[in-house]
T-cell receptor, first 116, second 113 residues
Framework: GAVVSQHPSWVICKSGTSVKIECRSL??????MFWYRQFPKQSLMLMAT?????????EQGVEKDKFLINHASLTLSTLTVTSAHPEDSSFYIC????????????FGPGTRLTVT | QKEVEQNSGPLSVPEGAIASLNCTYS??????FFWYRQYSGKSPELIMF????GDKEDGRFTAQLNKASQYVSLLIRDSQPSDSATYLC?????????????FGRGTSLIVHP
């Protein structure tokens, strides 16, 4: 149980284009989903927290107009990187937390984004 | 002061030994504590969580929590080369109806044959 999927697993796009990453909880309902970014050999950086049906809460320094997050259902959240630039190249990882007041969060396999 | 601190390592242990990973946290109100394992190039995988003082065992893994001293540790018995990874400690508490865990920077573990 507690499986989270992400799609795509890797993507290469041209500078200036937008990329959408999907995060799905496959066998549980996720009231909260988190989006992280991780650069090589660095720690996880929380970008935003989203609750189903609400606007995402962004961490300081993360541009909400650039990183659009939608959490339209209890099993799906999306992150859209708009007008991507090479410095946005990173490993994007989502995680999901279930209902019932439990605190454990489960990570998706990540999406490696390369912007050329 | 960082909220969740871990020694970056690497911690090197021989195969079959006990690996001991430590984590300290600053917020006394923290309620839940997690250990994640992250292999290079992969996303973190939850391996243990603990909410109460004391020990919690799951197979070769034991999580130890001491809230008075504000530390949580992870013991890996009979370490295997496949345990070589970065281990992330995460600490969280509920606040204002929301709950956001804070991650440490991770400790790199190397188990050599």
């Amino acid at each position: 149980g507690a499986v989270v999927s992400q799609h795509p697993s890797w993507v290469i796009c041209k500078s200036g284009t937008s990329v959408k990453i999907e995060c799905r909880s496959l066998d549980f309902q996720a009231t909260t989903m988190f989006w992280y970014r991780q650069f090589p050999k660095q720690s996880l950086m929380l970008m935003a927290t989203s609750n189903e049906g609400s606007k995402a809460t962004y961490e300081q320094g993360v541009e909400k107009d650039k990183f659009l997050i939608n959490h339209a259902s209890l099993t799906l959240s999306t992150l859209t990187v708009t007008s991507a630039h090479p410095e946005d190249s990173s490993f994007y990882i989502c995680s999901a937390r279930g209902t019932g007041g439990r605190h454990e969060q489960y990570f998706g396999p990540g999406t490696r984004l390369t912007v050329t | 002061q960082k909220e969740v601190e871990q020694n970056s390592g690497p911690l090197s242990v021989p195969e079959g030994a006990i690996a001991s990973l430590n984590c300290t946290y600053s917020d006394r109100g923290s309620q839940s504590f997690f250990w994640y394992r992250q292999y290079s190039g992969k996303s973190p995988e939850l391996i243990m969580f603990i909410y109460s003082n004391g020990d919690k065992e799951d197979g070769r893994f034991t999580a130890q929590l001491n809230k008075a001293s504000q530390y949580v540790s992870l013991l890996i018995r009979d370490s295997q080369p496949s345990d070589s990874a970065t281990y992330l400690c995460a600490v969280g508490k509920a606040a204002g109806g929301s709950y956001i865990p804070t991650f440490g920077r991770g400790t790199s573990l190397i188990v050599h044959p």
